[in-house]
């Protein structure tokens, strides 16, 4: 914006998505209230919370699932509202769920081209062209660092974290400028949560804005420049990498004193 | 990866970081066996090697000729429903849909004259109707298949012989060959040719054709995509983008086609129908689409496998009769392949499938 002050590498001023104090409520039953995120390009926000803290509703109105009740939502500065995940996808908004729509049984690279297939003829002979996709499938992974042995085996077989890799690879590539990651380390032992974390490092590093919503504090930390504390619906505060701790982020996650009164109840007393 | 398999040792030790992080490429061996119609090929040839020693009419140009052509009929079927199993589901109404063309055939152009081209083609017309409302049955309503096609099974059983009876007072249609342009016909459905002296009929070259053109679309189109996808994983393919309700659709129809052109490739071999023709080779054609590799819950499978799932009913059909066992002995044999094709299934599922 001013000649003064350089922008950081990676973000670019005008955030990708933003939302200014949205909110959402289910009849009488307020899942959502004034909550502002902005997602910069090159940059990860972490949305923290605990289960019911409203980290889904969250998601729904970024990934165009559900729109907004009361607020505010912006895509590259201008008042939007989504009606639907395609709409979303057009804005190069892309959201990786937790059961990767995926299909076991057939290859990576099908999987990968699943829907939007490379074809060549035209007519009856209008084919697969099984090359291409095949090549752009291990390009595309191979920049998201992943490499596997064999692109013809069904993505079934690999491991949960490589899965959740290639989803990613896959939004990337189909013209993600946002990814939005629903709970990607929930299900993962550690060193396949490490090859998660990677891959959003990865992304990150390509210049894209990355939503990672998480209840682990431990997954988010390494790789959050913004923490966003949801808890009971509302907005527990913002912080930028450098303002807080892992601890201080566990204890507010927790609930802050609730935790000390939790860590004092269950540790042991003499008589 | 590797050119020849001494090399390997001899490289391990420098290449031995990278080799962890890209091990190698499946052998082209592996991938061989990991193909689902290779049962089905060692199941056929053991078959083959069974009533080629034990009897002298399976090997003769006749007994070829007639387990050939009794596998066609089963085989066009059996390609049909396993592209519809890929796709997730079932069609019990194929077998008596294959009476009911012909049937429709034998009625227009016997009784009321009708040109007998436009009578195939209204009987086509017919049966992909058919098709299409099974489909739509199943894809608006969210029913099993096994349950909407056992309905329209048991409505086509009966109207075949109800309805035959009704206007011809019995239940059969006979007299097709006095039909203007029957021979025409016969020359493109009901012909011979003769192959290093083996009598091969047409329904033969059909099946080729229907299983190279299913395993075409399978494998290299992206129909053939979204066949395997709307099988594997209806919602995964859905928030893809698949069109999974217009794929189910274009299965039922595509089996009912099949199903015309096997009651097309009956009537013009032997120029009567009976009213009954079709009726319980339903579950052949799903045993044969099984024993070639096609999981019951959808997603896996291949046309050639089934085409010689019904190569195996063939032979073995024929070859009980040359061998002159009990016929009964074919229903105990048919069992325990099923038995067989759905534990080895089981194990490929489970081997493929353990950690989605």
């Known amino acids: 914006m001013s000649g003064a002050t350089p922008p950081r590498p990676g973000s670019a001023g005008t955030p990708l998505i933003e939302a200014r104090g949205v ?35 969250l998601i729904s109105i970024l990934s165009g699932a559900q729109p907004h009740g009361s607020g505010e939502f912006l895509v590259d500065g201008q008042p939007t509202r989504l009606s639907s995940p395609r709409e979303a996808r057009d804005h190069g908004i892309a959201t990786v769920y937790q059961d990767l729509a995926v299909v076991p049984l057939m290859s990576v690279w099908r999987n990968f081209f699943l829907g939007s297939e490379l074809t060549v003829g035209h007519g009856p002979l209008r084919r697969l062209d099984v090359a291409r996709m095949r090549s752009v499938a291990s390009a595309e992974l191979a920049r998201m660092g992943i490499q596997l042995r064999d692109l013809e085996q ?33 299900a993962l032992g550690v060193k396949q949560a490490g090859i998660v974390l990677r891959d959003i490092a990865r992304a990150r590093d390509r210049g ?64 | ?98 009476g009911t063309t012909g049937l429709l055939v034998g009625v227009l152009t016997t009784q009321w004259q009708v040109n007998i081209w436009l ?22 309503t969210g029913l099993p298949s096994f349950i909407v096609t056992l309905g329209t099974f048991f409505i086509l059983q009966g109207i075949n012989l109800a ?5 011809t007072g019995s239940v059969a249609i006979q007299g097709m060959s006095a039909v203007d342009g029957f021979d025409t016909g016969k020359i493109l459905f009901g012909s011979r040719v003769s192959l290093l002296g083996v009598e091969v009929k047409t329904s033969v070259f059909w099946w080729l054709a229907v299983t190279l053109i299913a395993t075409w679309v399978l494998l290299r189109t992206r129909p053939g995509n979204w066949i395997f996808a709307a ?26 086609g099949a199903a015309w052109l096997v009651g097309m490739l009956q009537l013009f071999d032997v120029s009567t129908v009976q009213a009954t023709s079709g009726i319980g080779q339903e579950f052949v054609y799903i045993i044969c689409a099984v024993v070639g590799g096609c999981l019951l819950t959808g997603g896996y499978g291949s046309a050639v496998g089934a085409a010689l799932g019904a190569l195996i009913y063939g032979m073995t059909l024929q070859g009980i009769v040359f061998a002159q066992w009990d016929n009964n002995w074919l ?13 080895v299934n089981l194990y490929v599922r489970k081997r493929l499938g353990s950690r989605s």
């Open chain 2, 1 to 98: 990866m590797t050119r020849a398999a001494p090399a390997v040792s001899e490289t391990a030790a420098p290449l031995g970081p990278v080799a962890a992080v890209v091990p190698a490429a499946t052998h082209p061996f592996v991938a061989v066996l990991r193909r689902p119609e290779i049962g089905a090929l060692a199941a056929a040839l053991m078959i083959f090697v069974l009533f080629s020693s034990i009897t002298t009419a399976f090997l003769t140009p006749a007994g070829i000729g007639t387990w050939l052509y009794s596998s066609s009929l089963f085989g066009i079927m059996a390609v049909a429903v396993a592209l519809l199993m890929i796709g997730g589901e079932f069609d019990l109404s194929a077998g008596a849909m294959t």
């Open chain 1, 208 to 271: 894209l804005g990355v939503v990672f919503v998480t209840h682990n504090p431990h997954h988010a930390y390494p790789v959050g420049d913004t923490f966003l504390l949801l808890g009971r619906g509302e907005m527990l505060g913002t912080y930028a990498r450098g303002e807080i701790t892992v601890e201080e982020l566990t204890r507010l996650m927790a609930g802050g004193s609730e935790l000390d009164d939790l860590t004092r109840e269950l540790g042991r007393h003499p008589s």
């Open chain 2, 331 to 343: 229903k105990a044999f048919l069992g325990a392949m099923l038995l067989g094709a759905v534990l």
């Open chain 2, 163 to 167: 309805v035959t009876k009704l206007i």
């Open chain 2, 119 to 140: 009578a195939m083609a209204l009987s086509l017309a017919v049966a992909l109707g058919l098709g299409a409302i099974n489909g739509l049955l199943v894809v608006t």
């Open chain 1, 23 to 57: 909110g959402r409520s289910y009849g009488s039953i307020v899942a959502l209230h004034d909550v502002s995120a902005r997602v910069l390009a090159g940059e990860v926000l972490c949305v923290l919370g605990d289960n019911g803290a409203g980290k889904s509703t």
């Open chain 2, 231 to 256: 099988g594997g994983a209806p919602s995964s393919a859905r928030q893809m983008g698949v069109p999974v309700a217009r794929t189910k659709i274009s299965l039922f129809m595509t089996t009912a």
């Open chain 1, 154 to 186: 069904p993505i079934g077989t690999l491991s949960g974290g490589e899965r959740q890799s290639v989803a990613i690879a896959r939004a990337v590539y189909f013209g993600a400028r946002v990814v939005i990651l629903d709970e990607p380390t929930a």
